[in-house]
């Protein structure tokens, strides 16, 4: 893999892991957009798609750590809307930790295929679409009041 691919992917990698788009479904679609196809089929590919995923993460601790210390605060003092923040953190964690563990060996045969990717994406899109329908149907704008 070259610098610039490497530069690429850490661009669509920090473009699309802040929005509620798969950025795991760009770095598996790239290469096929792109022309690297022998990118995908590298066993070294997973490690470095994790491992961009791992910078991420650890720029997202960076710029929000006053919210982790004080998440993590909240388990030591009377904070109840952090701790009760902390608790949907974690129990939104464990269904994606359970699927992952359950599904290990399938998930790592589906990684590098562009079609279950693109259409893992279709599937997101859908269901954002469909969330995003339905809450808007529910919310109601009160007048305003003169």
């Given at each position: 893999?070259?610098w610039i691919q490497i530069i690429i992917y850490?661009?669509?990698?920090?473009?699309?892991?802040?929005?509620p788009v798969s950025s795991v479904g760009h770095?598996?679609?790239?290469?096929?957009?792109?022309?690297?196809?022998?990118?995908?089929?590298?066993?070294?590919?997973?490690p470095f798609v994790v491992m961009l995923h791992?910078?991420?993460?650890?720029?997202?601790?960076?710029?929000?750590?006053?919210?982790?210390?004080?998440?993590?605060?909240?388990?030591?003092?009377?904070?109840?809307?952090?701790?009760?923040?902390?608790?949907?953190?974690?129990?939104?964690?464990?269904?994606?930790?359970?699927?992952?563990?359950?599904?290990?060996?399938?998930?790592?045969?589906?990684?590098?295929?562009?079609?279950?990717?693109?259409?893992?994406?279709?599937?997101?899109?859908?269901?954002?679409?469909?969330?995003?329908?339905?809450?808007?149907?529910?919310?109601?704008?009160?007048?305003?009041?003169?």
């Amino acid at each position: 893999m070259t610098w610039i691919q490497i530069i690429i992917y850490a661009l669509v990698q920090g473009i699309t892991e802040l929005f509620p788009v798969s950025s795991v479904g760009h770095a598996v679609m790239l290469p096929y957009l792109a022309g690297w196809t022998h990118i995908s089929g590298n066993n070294q590919f997973l490690p470095f798609v994790v491992m961009l995923h791992l910078g991420t993460a650890f720029a997202l601790l960076i710029y929000f750590w006053r919210d982790w210390l004080n998440l993590i605060r909240a388990l030591f003092t009377p904070r109840a809307k952090e701790r009760k923040l902390l608790g949907r953190v974690i129990v939104a964690t464990i269904p994606a930790a359970a699927i992952g563990f359950l599904l290990e060996h399938k998930l790592r045969e589906l990684f590098p295929s562009a079609v279950s990717a693109g259409l893992f994406l279709v599937v997101n899109g859908l269901i954002l679409f469909v969330s995003l329908s339905s809450a808007e149907e529910r919310l109601t704008v009160s007048p305003e009041v003169d």
